[in-house]
């Protein structure tokens, strides 16, 4: 993994690519590319991450050549059911990869490791759960949700009635508006997480509201899974009837979903992932999943994700004394959204020219945006993977005052434009 100044004291990387290169000089030639994208850059976005080579190693290996359609675990018919032969191994594996993510959480709920991302899970979740046609209550897309929390262009929008709930003028998640709707709309299946939401989710009051009107509560903690299992953040756990997460953002694993629940959806929950979903486990990945959640469970996991939040306030700290206006007026967790409503240019703007500066962001919608999903009012920051290499709150103090001459440029050049 490269530090903080790009150097890779492990040459797995470029082995990798040098090896594919004599095979595929195209394809190998592009990876390489990548790699030196990724080594010279300042990498915030909030939903990336560098795992570590084990993680990568594990995911390339000849785990990829298996069919395991199935589980291993025993059923209640008492049968293994996998459909393949030749499954002894992976079947070890995946059990064991099941039960260290359930030690990462602290939990007896059923864990499903084999979704293969974050909308698989999701989409599992929901099927375990509730009937097309009925209604979901969630966060938009645009107050910091998720695509398969609702949006109208998802699977999520299009088999379930959905009703937003609202972010008050500060941007927090309003909890009345929450309560309000839920009585006022009765849904099935309360939703919360986001991908774009900077502040602390209050799980038990989503349960309460939930339990009020008897309806089933599920959250998405892809962003924040991390935090949650280093004790950054509070945990879903025992408040959500299902847990659903992805495994590459500030976990720091492989590209991929988990689907936990309470141990009464635990065979819901399965037919939904497979048969109903997917085919067949990706086994390499899962051991890439297993190979994270050990890494998870070591106390330098735990120093990693306290310093990812001592960064996140540092940054965001440094904006604001700068004059930005931050989403929320600050961040309690790894990520937090700069509004720039009032500046002559959009968030993609903005997102264009850090590329051209070799600083990785993205553009993003802020609450109440006026202009469109394409060129949007704010930037997504995060500081999940620069902390991974190494780096501190001065160097992301550091970071914030190269954003801003940037942004003194671009809005220098906006504005003669405009003349
Ligand atoms: C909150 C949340 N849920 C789900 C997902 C979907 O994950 P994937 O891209 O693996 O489908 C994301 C992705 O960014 C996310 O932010």
Same mark, same amino acid.
């Given at each position: 993994?490269?530090?903080?100044?790009?150097?890779?004291?492990?040459?797995?990387?470029?082995?990798?690519?040098?090896?594919?290169?004599?095979?595929?000089?195209?394809?190998?030639?592009?990876?390489?590319?990548?790699?030196?994208?990724?080594?010279?850059?300042?990498? !915030?976005? *909030? /939903?990336?991450?560098?795992?570590?080579?084990?993680?990568?190693?594990?995911?390339?290996?000849?785990?990829?050549?298996?069919?395991?359609?199935?589980?291993?675990?025993?059923?209640? /018919?008492?049968?293994?059911?996998?459909?393949?032969?030749?499954?002894?191994? #992976?079947?070890?594996?995946?059990?064991?990869?099941?039960?260290?993510?359930?030690?990462?959480? $602290?939990?007896?709920? $059923?864990?499903?490791?084999?979704? $293969?991302?974050?909308?698989?899970?999701?989409?599992?979740?929901?099927?375990?759960?509730?009937?097309?046609?009925?209604?979901?209550?969630?966060?938009? !897309?645009?107050?910091?949700? $998720?695509?398969?929390?609702?949006?109208?262009?998802?699977? /999520?929008?299009?088999?379930?009635?959905?009703?937003?709930?609202?972010?008050?003028?500060?941007?927090?998640?309003?909890? @009345?508006?929450?309560?309000?709707?839920?009585?006022?709309?009765?849904?099935?299946?309360?939703?919360?997480?986001?991908?774009?939401?900077?502040?602390?989710?209050?799980?038990? *009051?989503?349960?309460?509201?939930?339990?009020?009107?008897?309806?089933?509560?599920?959250?998405?903690?892809?962003?924040?899974?991390?935090?949650?299992?280093?004790?950054?953040?509070?945990?879903?756990?025992?408040?959500?009837?299902?847990?659903?997460?992805?495994?590459?953002?500030? !976990?720091?694993?492989?590209?991929?979903?988990?689907?936990?629940?309470?141990? @009464?959806?635990?065979?819901?929950?399965?037919?939904?992932?497979?048969?109903?979903?997917?085919?067949?486990?990706? @086994?390499?990945?899962?051991?890439?999943? *297993?190979?994270?959640?050990?890494?998870?469970?070591?106390?330098?996991?735990?120093?990693?994700?306290?310093? #990812?939040?001592?960064?996140?306030?540092?940054?965001?700290?440094?904006?604001?004394?700068?004059?930005?206006?931050?989403?929320?007026?600050?961040?309690?967790?790894?990520?937090?959204?700069?509004?720039?409503?009032?500046?002559?240019?959009?968030?993609?703007?903005?997102?264009?020219?850090?590329?051209?500066?070799?600083?990785?962001?993205?553009?993003?919608?802020?609450?109440?945006?006026?202009?469109?999903?394409?060129?949007? /009012?704010?930037?997504?920051?995060?500081?999940?993977?620069?902390?991974?290499?190494?780096?501190?709150?001065?160097?992301?103090?550091?970071?914030?005052?190269?954003?801003?001459?940037?942004?003194?440029?671009?809005?220098?050049?906006?504005?003669?434009?405009?003349?």
């Amino acid at each position: 993994m490269f530090n903080r100044d790009g150097k890779d004291d492990n040459n797995y990387n470029v082995e990798n690519y040098e090896f594919i290169k004599k095979y595929s000089p195209t394809v190998g030639s592009l990876i390489e590319k990548e790699y030196n994208r990724q080594k010279n850059n300042i990498e !915030l976005i *909030a /939903s990336e991450n560098y795992c570590s080579e084990a993680v990568l190693a594990a995911c390339g290996s000849c785990l990829s050549w298996k069919y395991a359609e199935g589980y291993p675990y025993v059923r209640t /018919s008492g049968n293994k059911g996998r459909y393949y032969g030749g499954t002894e191994f #992976v079947d070890e594996l995946e059990e064991y990869c099941c039960n260290k993510w359930r030690e990462v959480f $602290h939990t007896d709920y $059923h864990v499903n490791v084999q979704p $293969h991302s974050g909308s698989q899970a999701n989409f599992a979740g929901y099927k375990a759960l509730i009937s097309p046609g009925d209604t979901i209550l969630s966060l938009s !897309l645009d107050n910091g949700g $998720h695509l398969t929390h609702g949006s109208s262009v998802n699977f /999520s929008g299009k088999l379930y009635n959905v009703i937003f709930y609202d972010v008050d003028d500060k941007g927090y998640i309003d909890m @009345e508006d929450v309560r309000k709707k839920a009585l006022e709309y009765k849904p099935q299946l309360i939703m919360t997480g986001a991908s774009a939401y900077s502040r602390i989710i209050d799980f038990k *009051a989503f349960a309460d509201i939930a339990k009020e009107v008897g309806c089933y509560f599920m959250v998405d903690m892809a962003h924040i899974a991390g935090l949650v299992a280093a004790g950054e953040h509070l945990s879903p756990f025992g408040y959500a009837d299902i847990v659903t997460t992805t495994t590459h953002k500030t !976990l720091r694993g492989p590209r991929g979903g988990l689907v936990f629940g309470k141990p @009464e959806f635990a065979k819901k929950i399965d037919s939904a992932v497979f048969p109903y979903a997917q085919g067949g486990p990706l @086994e390499h990945i899962i051991a890439g999943k *297993a190979v994270c959640a050990e890494e998870a469970l070591k106390p330098e996991f735990k120093e990693y994700a306290h310093q #990812v939040v001592l960064n996140c306030a540092a940054l965001c700290d440094e904006f604001i004394k700068l004059g930005y206006k931050v989403v929320t007026g600050g961040t309690d967790n790894h990520v937090f959204l700069l509004d720039l409503s009032e500046f002559p240019f959009s968030g993609r703007d903005l997102q264009e020219r850090c590329d051209e500066n070799g600083i990785t962001l993205n553009k993003n919608a802020i609450p109440n945006d006026q202009r469109s999903p394409m060129q949007t /009012s704010g930037v997504r920051i995060g500081t999940a993977p620069m902390t991974t290499r190494g780096y501190k709150e001065d160097d992301f103090r550091e970071v914030a005052r190269r954003i801003d001459k940037i942004v003194k440029e671009l809005a220098k050049e906006k504005e003669a434009e405009a003349k």
